[in-house]
């Protein structure tokens, strides 16, 4: 990436965070505050910890339903022609 690009981005993303909400903000900030830009564990809350944690117990533990039962399932509800 040029020089020129480097500041062109660095323009784009400053209006997006003049324009973000608060959890955003405050995200972007722990982001490039610990420099791990692609471990968003810390910056999710606790709630979503707490999901993550219990989804992949449950798959650990073989509850699990595959693919193809749930699409059976749920898919009166799907447009397929917004999913394409």
């Known amino acids: 990436m040029t020089a020129v690009e480097v500041k062109e981005l660095k323009k ?3 209006k997006h965070i003049d324009a973000a909400d608060e959890n955003t903000v405050r995200a972007v900030y722990k982001m490039l505050e610990t420099g791990q830009q692609d471990d968003r564990w810390d910056v ?5 910890r707490a999901a993550i944690q219990q989804g992949l117990k449950e798959m650990k533990a073989g509850k699990t339903t595959p693919h ?17």
């Not at 999710?44 to 979503?48: H, L, M, Q, V």
């Not at 193809?68 to 394409?84: A, F, P």
């Open 12 to 14: 784009e993303v400053k």
């Open 44 to 48: 999710i809350s606790d709630g979503e």
């Open 68 to 84: 193809d039962e749930v699409m059976k399932k749920y898919s009166k509800w799907l447009n397929y022609r917004e999913l394409r």
